[in-house]
């Protein structure tokens, strides 16, 4: 069966570490456009720095983002998912204990307790703005996601993964890099926001090429008909895929497009 939507990771996968594109990948990704076949980023990106990304990308189709708590088409909401109000609550008064640095999304916001180090170099390379707000003066509702960030202690990251995991296991909880923690809910996943997409085109499981490149991506690539991981991928990740492609900053995205997609290859 022929491929007719490629579902992307953008960081570590289209957009590599340089924090920025390689004009070969935006002229790439043109030309898929120009003959009909769909790109969509799935991210775990809020959809105010996703959308600055399909902008430049040129992309007109919906954007998944916060994981896939969200899928807009333009401003037209598809598909959303909050944490509940008071679990979010809980999950913020724990986190503040464990001294780790928060990120808290509402109604695509980016709200911090503190100007830091961790906060500056998020919102630099996201090209975001954020509010300071101390988050007991904050009304929360509609938290599409909690971040936790320390960008100097990966094994820290890990330890608070693995206890929130355990102590919320409604909710959707993931390392997306080393050094960050997400906190979704449960129907928040790239799955779940590739199955959203799959039901507005209209097409089979087996007409999708997904590819991306950490743990975040595990239900993106189990959501296509085809499972790619980078080169510079996790070994859990690649140890689920039907193919490992070149890393980022050796154009993977592209070589496993052109294997799957250009070359005409029937799935």
């Not at 993964?161 to 923690?181: N, R, W």
């Amino acid at each position: 069966m022929t491929i007719k939507l490629v579902a992307t990771d953008i960081d570590g996968t289209i957009l590599g570490y340089t924090e920025d594109f390689h004009q070969s990948v935006i002229d790439y990704i043109q030309e898929l456009d120009n003959n009909g076949i769909k790109v969509v980023l799935v991210t775990g990106r809020m959809h105010k720095s996703a959308q600055k990304i399909a902008d430049k990308l040129r992309l007109k189709t919906p954007i998944v983002s916060y994981q896939g708590a969200l899928v807009r088409n333009k401003e037209q909401v598809l598909y959303e998912r909050y944490i509940p109000n008071e679990t979010s609550q809980r999950i913020l008064k724990w986190a503040l204990k464990q001294d780790i640095h928060i990120n808290l999304y509402m109604n695509d916001d980016l709200y911090v307790e503190k100007e830091n180090d961790f906060t500056r170099k998020y919102a630099s390379h996201q090209h975001i703005p954020f509010n300071v707000c101390p988050f007991e003066n904050l009304k929360i509702e509609n938290v599409n996601k909690i971040l936790m960030i320390d960008y100097n202690d990966a094994q820290k990251v890990t330890r608070v993964a693995e206890q929130l995991q355990k102590d919320f296991p409604e909710l959707y909880i993931v390392k997306s890099t080393d050094f960050f923690c997400e906190v979704c809910h449960k129907e928040a996943t790239k799955g779940d926001g590739l199955k959203c997409i799959q039901d507005f085109y209209g097409i089979k499981k087996e007409e999708i090429l997904a590819i991306g490149d950490h743990n975040n991506d595990l239900e993106l690539l189990m959501s296509g008909g085809i499972k790619v991981a980078m080169g510079n991928a996790t070994e859990q990740l690649k140890s689920i895929a039907d193919f490992v492609t070149d890393t980022v900053d050796n154009d993977g995205f592209i070589k496993a497009v052109e294997r799957y997609v250009k070359a005409g290859a029937n799935v």
